[in-house]
């Protein structure tokens, strides 16, 4: 593993509500990864996803961003077609999928009740993890917010002032480095069912990604 790749313990037990219902889990799904997910990291990332929380039964069932659930077959295609990951995308951990120059992470590292984490648990992970992953990662061209609490989140990891920097699909933003802060609503099945993002339009997210990571 890289010394680059900052990851929660897997018995990080720094928000208890969220320790308390991985708990349950564990009782529950015992065959479930169960824990803060891992980034899924490849070497001299260029790139960096944010997603919001793992889901219940993708990347806690897994153990990898966005692995198990609608929104990876979606976010992996994207990645493929611009080449940011390589090899087939197949639900699981072990599918032999590869990134390339990039890594994948979320703004919140533990599954939480409902998919939605309190602010406490967001300001937490970001101090810990997020921040400190930022700042290990001094290559990176863009970040890939994937929906508002992971912009905004990452945007207060980069100092940059919410009033001036608001989330909206296709937002772009420099920080005190020069790298860009992207956002795009997320790739959830909830947003594609309701047209609120189509593919066409997740994929010229990631077309701008490629353009501004190759420049």
């Not at 997910?37 to 039964?57: Q, R, T």
């Not at 990662?137 to 608001?166: F, N, Q, W, Y």
Request: with cysteine.
């Amino acid at each position: 593993m890289s010394k680059n790749n900052i990851n929660a313990p897997y018995n990080c037990r720094k928000c208890p509500r969220l320790a308390a219902f991985i708990d349950e889990q564990k009782e529950k799904l015992p065959t479930y990864f169960n824990g803060p997910v891992p980034n899924f990291f490849s070497p001299d990332p260029k790139l960096m996803v944010i997603g919001l929380a793992p889901g219940l039964h993708g990347a806690n069932q897994t153990g990898r961003p966005f692995t198990g659930d609608w929104a990876g077959d979606l976010l992996y295609a994207a990645m493929k077609e611009y080449g940011f990951a390589k090899g087939e995308y197949d639900k699981v951990a072990d599918d032999g999928l590869e990134l390339v120059n990039a890594v994948i992470t979320n703004a919140v590292r533990c599954v939480p009740p409902q998919n939605k984490p309190v602010g406490a648990e967001i300001n937490t992970c970001r101090e810990h993890f997020l921040k400190p992953q930022l700042n290990a990662l001094p290559e990176l061209k863009v970040m890939l917010c994937l929906g508002k609490i992971s912009h905004d989140s990452t945007a207060r990891a980069l100092g940059l002032k919410l009033s001036t920097h608001k989330f909206g699909h296709g937002t772009e933003y420099a920080d005190w480095s020069g790298r860009t802060l992207l956002s795009s609503y997320h790739c959830s099945r909830y947003n594609t069912n309701t047209k609120r993002l189509t593919e066409e339009m997740f994929f010229d997210i990631f077309a701008r990604a490629r353009e501004l990571c190759d420049k």
